[in-house]
């Protein structure tokens, strides 16, 4: 195992966010609270309890996984995107690093980021919701792998891209509509029978059902649902990754 | 002296279809300065990526320093630095940290006395906190040449090292690749300016649409190939070349006052009888001057030839 070269990389990737620390953090951490401010405080204070949670509280857990999920993505996607773009990638490529380890050092630095990220929005949400964490395990256990198999999922984005465009299309047409559409404002027990159905078909429903149980202990869906949908997902992306290389697919021609 | 590259029967075809290499066959022998010459398009920089690692083989396969660079690509790519020929770097990077970078990247520990050591060597020391954007070309060069170094490797790939950087820092590459190859690193060069091969190479080789056509010592190949003209300024103008002289490759310049004999390095004896017929036919000589093609003449020729 070349330990060198995941460290090189991922210390790589670490030093460019806390280059881009405004861009990195204090951006998505700014406008997560807004949300806390909008829909937590000013409109929330106007609606009813969810399953005997606050609204204010009840949309933390969705609005932590909506700025997790976009953040991975970017992040992960960005990363192996760049070094593609500028042409430095010919050096991991001739370096004697293997398939894993370039994948553990780029998702796990954008890993590590969205990590950081959400558990300071949980600390800036404390400003405006108090709120409880009943499973503090559990709710790390979500966080750590929602924000790896979402950078799986962005690391593909990333090599997929071929342009600035197509790195944007995926997070901004997918993801953001999936993630609002996907409980984190509201419980999908209060759509009709259909849309309820509809949303089952939604990976982020797991998520933030998920991720919500660990704090409140209500659950839109069965938690072992949720991490199995979510360990399957990762699976997804990681088998797709292993046919990236296997194949050269827009890395090695 | 075995060899520290072992190229067997390498083919490269895109999925478009074209054939970048065509069953290429070659041995870099260790410690020597390679130089590999072609046009553009002819699968220098294809040839140098596959054995790097980053672009794979159709067929055939390649030995570094004994090591698959598929089966055993970790051992076989340790040996191996490449300074490929787009300056492309990480803009917002330091100096300092994108060499310690590379040389994190190729499994080697952290050692700052050997990085500013190259760093050092290169000129770049007091460059070492300038971020890459800051850079001149030449001094970009010079850190993708510390790149490729900081893991220490025994074969280095210099894929037209001196493209676009000015005289003096051309020499000064010159310097430093004679300087490597002291120290016992196999130097493997594309390039352009033949000049620079000429220069600095042991070997030769020439690639043309995919194909060696061509691998030779530089002085073997220079006495063999190259040609040799012996220019006659005449006492009188002629108005034709004699018919006593057909035997000999002649031209007559427009005013007729001088002969020129073109002939290979190896048949110099020829002069003689041709000044000897001179002498017989009462042709009398001014001054005379000799000169030999340069490697770039024999370039020209050979990736004329069909």
Same mark, same amino acid.
């Given at each position: 195992?070349?330990?060198?070269?995941?460290?090189?990389?991922?210390?790589?990737e670490?030093?460019?966010?806390?280059?881009?620390?405004?861009?990195?953090?204090? *951006?998505?951490?700014?406008?997560t609270?807004?949300?806390f401010?909008?829909?937590?405080?000013?409109?929330g204070?106007?609606?009813?309890d969810?399953?005997?949670?606050?609204?204010?509280?009840?949309?933390?857990?969705? #609005?932590?996984?909506?700025?997790?999920? *976009?953040?991975?993505?970017?992040?992960?996607?960005?990363g192996?995107?760049? @070094?593609?773009? %500028?042409?430095?990638?010919?050096?991991?490529? %001739?370096? @004697?690093v293997?398939?894993?380890?370039?994948?553990?050092?780029?998702?796990?630095a954008?890993?590590?980021?969205?990590?950081?990220?959400?558990?300071?929005?949980?600390?800036?949400?404390?400003?405006?919701?108090?709120?409880?964490?009943?499973?503090?395990i559990?709710? #790390?256990?979500?966080?750590?792998?929602?924000?790896?198999t979402? %950078? #799986?999922?962005g690391?593909?984005?990333?090599?997929?891209?071929?342009?600035f465009?197509?790195?944007?299309?995926?997070?901004?047409?997918?993801?953001?509509?999936?993630?609002?559409?996907?409980?984190?404002?509201?419980?999908i027990?209060? #759509?009709?029978?259909?849309w309820?159905t509809? %949303?089952?078909?939604?990976?982020?429903?797991?998520?933030?059902?998920?991720?919500?149980?660990?704090f409140?202990?209500?659950?839109?869906v069965?938690?072992?649902?949720?991490l199995?949908?979510?360990?399957l997902?990762m699976?997804?992306?990681?088998?797709?990754?292993g046919?990236?290389?296997?194949t050269?697919?827009?890395?090695r021609? | 002296?075995?060899?520290?590259?072992?190229?067997?029967?390498?083919?490269?075809?895109?999925?478009s279809?074209f054939?970048?290499?065509?069953?290429?066959?070659?041995?870099?022998?260790?410690?020597?300065?390679?130089?590999?010459?072609g046009p553009?398009?002819?699968?220098?920089?294809?040839l140098?990526?596959?054995?790097?690692?980053?672009? &794979?083989?159709?067929?055939?396969? +390649?030995?570094?320093?004994?090591?698959?660079? !598929?089966?055993?690509? &970790?051992?076989?790519?340790?040996?191996?630095?490449? +300074?490929?020929?787009?300056?492309?770097?990480?803009?917002?990077?330091?100096?300092?940290?994108? !060499?310690? =970078?590379?040389?994190?990247?190729f499994?080697?520990?952290?050692?700052?006395?050997?990085i500013?050591?190259?760093?050092?060597?290169l000129?770049?020391?007091?460059?070492r906190?300038?971020?890459?954007?800051?850079?001149?070309?030449?001094m970009?060069r &010079? !850190?993708?040449?510390?790149?490729?170094?900081?893991?220490?490797p025994?074969?280095? =790939?210099?894929?037209?090292?001196?493209?676009?950087?000015?005289?003096?820092?051309?020499?000064? $590459?010159?310097? $430093?690749?004679?300087?490597?190859?002291?120290?016992? +690193?196999?130097?493997?060069?594309?390039?352009?300016?033949i000049?620079?091969?000429?220069?600095?190479?042991?070997?030769?080789?020439v690639?043309?649409?995919?194909?060696?056509?061509? !691998?030779?010592?530089?002085?073997?190949? $220079?006495?063999?190939?190259?040609?040799?003209?012996?220019?006659?300024?005449?006492?009188?103008?002629?108005?034709a070349?004699p018919?006593?002289?057909?035997?000999?490759?002649?031209?007559l310049?427009q005013?007729?006052?001088?002969?020129?004999?073109?002939?290979?390095?190896t048949?110099?004896?020829?002069v003689?009888?041709?000044?000897?017929?001179?002498?017989?036919?009462?042709?009398?000589?001014?001054?005379?001057?000799?000169?030999?093609?340069s490697?770039?003449?024999?370039?020209?020729?050979?990736?004329?030839?069909?």
């Open positions: 195992m070349n330990f060198y070269a995941i460290r090189a990389i991922y210390k790589f670490m030093a460019r966010t806390f280059r881009t620390l405004m861009q990195s953090i204090a *951006s998505p951490v700014l406008s609270s807004l949300y401010i909008v829909f937590g405080t000013a409109i204070s106007r609606m009813g969810i399953d005997g949670v606050s609204y204010a509280a009840f949309i933390i857990p969705g #609005l932590v996984m909506l700025s997790l999920l *976009s953040e991975s993505i970017s992040n992960a996607s960005f192996i995107f760049f @070094p593609k773009f %500028s042409g430095t990638i010919y050096e991991v490529l %001739s370096a @004697p293997s398939p894993f380890e370039i994948v553990a050092g780029y998702v796990g954008a890993a590590s980021k969205s990590i950081l990220l959400g558990l300071l929005i949980l600390l800036t949400a404390r400003l405006f919701v108090d709120y409880t964490i009943l499973h503090p559990w709710m #790390l256990v979500f966080l750590a792998l929602t924000a790896v979402f %950078s #799986l999922f690391f593909i984005i990333g090599i997929w891209a071929d342009d465009q197509k790195l944007q299309v995926i997070p901004l047409m997918v993801i953001t509509p999936l993630t609002f559409l996907g409980g984190a404002f509201y419980s027990n209060m #759509l009709p029978d259909l309820q509809i %949303s089952l078909f939604n990976p982020v429903v797991y998520l933030v059902s998920g991720f919500r149980w660990a409140y202990g209500v659950a839109d069965n938690i072992g649902l949720s199995g949908m979510t360990g997902f699976l997804t992306c990681l088998a797709t990754i046919w990236i290389f296997r050269g697919y827009r890395i021609s | 002296m075995h060899s520290i590259i072992k190229v067997q029967d390498l083919g490269k075809t895109y999925d279809g054939t970048a290499l065509n069953n290429i066959s070659l041995e870099i022998k260790r410690g020597e300065i390679f130089a590999l010459l553009n398009g002819a699968g220098k920089t294809t140098i990526s596959i054995i790097c690692g980053i672009a &794979r083989a159709t067929s055939g396969n +390649v030995l570094a320093d004994g090591f698959d660079i !598929v089966l055993n690509y &970790r051992e076989a790519r340790e040996k191996i630095g490449l +300074v490929p020929q787009e300056l492309t770097n990480d803009a917002f990077e330091s100096v300092w940290s994108t !060499v310690n =970078f590379s040389r994190g990247l499994g080697k520990a952290p050692d700052k006395a050997y500013e050591k190259i760093l050092r060597q000129s770049l020391w007091d460059k906190n300038a971020k890459m954007r800051e850079l001149s070309g030449g970009k &010079r !850190v993708m040449i510390a790149k490729a170094l900081s893991h220490e025994d074969i280095l =790939f210099l894929d037209e090292p001196t493209a676009g950087v000015d005289v003096e820092l051309r020499r000064d $590459m010159w310097e $430093m690749v004679r300087e490597l190859r002291e120290s016992g +690193v196999t130097i493997i060069l594309t390039t352009h300016y000049e620079e091969a000429e220069e600095m190479a042991d070997r030769i080789g690639i043309r649409k995919g194909e060696i056509i061509l !691998v030779e010592e530089k002085s073997a190949l $220079m006495d063999k190939l190259g040609k040799k003209t012996l220019s006659i300024h005449l006492q009188c103008n002629l108005n070349i018919s006593e002289l057909s035997a000999f490759n002649l031209t310049d005013e007729g006052s001088y002969l020129h004999f073109s002939y290979d390095s048949e110099s004896d020829r003689a009888e041709l000044l000897a017929q001179l002498n017989t036919l009462e042709i009398g000589i001014k001054d005379l001057n000799s000169s030999e093609s490697l770039e003449d024999i370039f020209v020729d050979l990736v004329k030839e069909a």
